[in-house]
Structures are given as C-alpha cells and as structure tokens.
C-alpha cells in the first residue's frame, strides 16, 4: 500500500519560535519517518505583507537550517521553497477561479492581520488561503500537520477540492485532513495568553526562539506572566489561570508528558520552581538546536544544494498535477 502524503509549509517571515516547532515541526519529525512527507519554506505567503528582499533570501536560509538542526532529513522528507516551483502560482489562479469570494470573507487570519485598515491590505494577504490550497492540494495531500490557528484555512482547502471535483466531475484533489498536535494545538503568547505565540509579536518576550541563548531562555521564562497562586493540583484550576495553562501545556509538549501528570508533579509547588524546571526544560530542547542551526548556516552551499535538490523534486510532482489539471479545464488541445 503507498504512504500517505504531508504536505506542511513555514513561513520565513521571522525566526522560528517555540510556537512553530511545538505546534508544527515537532509533528514533521514523525511523518518523515512514516510517510511520503514533503516541507515547504513558504516565501510567496511571506510577501502578503512586504519582506526586506535582503532579510527574506536570509530567512528562507534560517528556516531551513532550523529544519535540518530540528532533525528534518532531506533523504526522508522534500524540502524546498515555494517560489521556486512555479506551478504553486499556477494551480492557485486556477483555484482562485474556484474560490468564492463569501468563503475567503470567512476567514479570520485575514481579519486578524489586516486590522483596521482593511483596504490597505494586499490582495495577496486576502487571497493567501487559495494559495495554501494551492500548496496542499498541488501534491495530492492526505495530512497537514499545522498549528490550530490554521484549521480554518485548512476547511477551506477541503471546500475548494470539494467545489473543483464537483465543477470537473471527477473526483480529483484528495480531501487533505489537518492533524493538530493535540499536546500543543496553539503555544500562547508568554506575555499574554490570550494570543497566541507569534514571530511578528513586538515583544520579544512573547515568545521562545529555537535560537536564543540559555540566557534568553532563562530571562523569557522568569518574564513569562503568572500568578500569584500555587501550582494548581487539578486541571478544573486552569481554565481560569490562562498563562499557567499555557506553561503547563509547554512542559508536557516537550516533556512528553500528558498534562494532567505535569499538573499532579508539581501539584501545590511554588510557581517559581515550576518555572525553573521548565527553563532547565526548554534550554535541553533548544540548546542543540540552536547550536547546530548554527553550524549548519555556515555552510552556504549545502543549504543551497538542499533547496535545489528538493525543488527539483517538488517540480516533477508539481508538474504531473498541472498537466492533469489542464486537461480537466480543458487548457491542453490534444
Ligand atoms: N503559537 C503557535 N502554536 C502552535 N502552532 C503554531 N504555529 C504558528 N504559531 C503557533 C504553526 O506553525 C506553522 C508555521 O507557521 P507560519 O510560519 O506559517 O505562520 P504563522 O501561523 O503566521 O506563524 P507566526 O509565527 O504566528 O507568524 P506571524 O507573526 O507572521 O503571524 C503553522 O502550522 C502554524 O499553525
């Protein structure tokens, strides 16, 4: 029987924080062993909001030299970035035809990250969910690991296959299911639990980069909002302790350890020895990560090598679906 086929993509809008790796990388490390796993660096979503040319060739580098430090494995998995196939911009157009425009009012990223000023905001920053089906959909998908924040895009995907199949009758795109890390579907802001984490938070101190110092740790969990309170000993006590919910939720994602074990170890303890635990915690995953991140970016040609290679392959499967999708539009004269 053949594997199913991941498709995933990050962003390179900024460095890859805790958030990213817990809600969305931890999961890719799995599904290359298990399945026919493609990752993508997505550059063309970064520009929905304007990226420094500069800064955007850098973090396209960086994302990928934190896949690989993570444990990614170019043997095991097809990495590449975006704008180097193109067939992602052509299938999306296509699937934009397909779109309606009621759906995309839907959804709330676009509200969230266009603000106030709506009419300002790119077409792209409105179109970007077409473009996500686009990716997913290009390499006949069955799983998307992502993050929670992301669902919603991912319903889309499904009602756009869905609307496409019945347009064409024929029962073509595949409808890709999301697999959210249950331990960890949305890692929360550390100095505001009612967002979440997120690369383009002002505060530093919101969030936990895969490459920041021990230091940096130990400084941003010491920072990170609290109580007053105790450790709770029972897990009806975090619903209203949002901040505690969230460093728990940290510490049985890396641990391993459901939450409700975390919650009886450190059951009426002081919340600033949990909190040490955790930094010792965090700075075990992230030290070796961070440290070969930086080993690896200083080997310019076998990061360039890496995306060559996998753009290559991503562009002979990427292929094979636009042909197939020509024919079903009726675009090739046969
Ligand atoms: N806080 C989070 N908790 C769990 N998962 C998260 N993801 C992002 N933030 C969290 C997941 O990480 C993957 C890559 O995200 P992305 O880089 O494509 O885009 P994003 O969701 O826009 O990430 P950021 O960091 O929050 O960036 P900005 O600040 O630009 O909005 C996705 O699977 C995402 O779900």
């Known amino acids: 029987m053949s594997k199913d086929i991941v498709f995933s993509g990050v962003q390179p809008t900024g460095e890859i924080h805790l958030g990213n790796y817990l809600g969305a990388i931890k999961q890719f490390l799995n599904f ?3 399945c026919d796993s493609i990752f993508c660096i997505v550059d063309q979503h970064a520009i929905t909001i304007f990226q420094d040319p500069n800064e955007l060739k850098e973090n396209v580098l960086s ?24 067939e992602h911009s052509v299938l999306s157009w296509y699937l934009s035809c397909t779109a309606r425009v009621g759906w995309l009012n839907r ?70 299911d999301p697999i959210i890390n249950k331990d960890a579907p949305r890692i929360m802001s550390l100095r505001d639990a009612n967002n979440k984490m997120s690369k383009s938070d002002v505060s ?5 980069l895969l490459t920041d110092s021990n230091d940096e740790i ?16 029972s897990s009806d ?13 940290i510490y049985s994602s890396i641990s391993n350890i459901d939450k409700d074990s975390v919650i009886n170890l450190f059951s009426g303890k002081e919340i600033s020895f949990f909190k040490s635990e955790l930094k ?3 700075i075990s995953l992230v030290e070796p990560i961070a440290s070969s991140t930086n080993e690896i970016k200083s080997d310019i040609s076998y990061l360039k090598t890496t995306l060559e290679d996998g753009a290559m392959r991503a562009t002979e499967r990427a292929r094979k679906t636009i042909d197939e999708v020509n024919k079903l539009i009726g675009f090739s004269i046969d």
């Open 32 to 34: 290359q062993n298990e």
């Open 107 to 176: 959804m709330t990223q676009f509200k969230d990250k266009a603000g106030k000023n709506r009419d300002n905001a790119s077409l792209g920053l409105y179109a970007y969910p077409v473009l996500m089906a686009a990716d997913i959909l290009l390499y006949h998908a069955d799983k998307v690991p992502v993050g929670d924040d992301q669902k919603q895009h991912l319903e889309l995907t499904r009602d756009i296959a869905h609307k496409f199949n019945a347009d064409y009758r024929h029962e073509y795109f595949k409808l890709p």
């Open 63 to 86: 994302v990928l030299a934190i896949f690989l430090a993570s444990g990614l494995d170019p043997k095991k998995c097809i990495i590449f970035n975006q704008a180097s196939v193109r």
């Open 204 to 208: 530093k101190y919101s969030r936990i």
């Open 218 to 233: 130990s400084t941003k969990i010491s920072k990170a909002k609290s109580d007053s309170l105790k450790m709770p000993s």
């Open 237 to 249: 006590e975090l619903s209203d302790r949002p901040e505690i919910n969230n460093l728990i939720t």
């Open 280 to 282: 010792d915690l965090v």
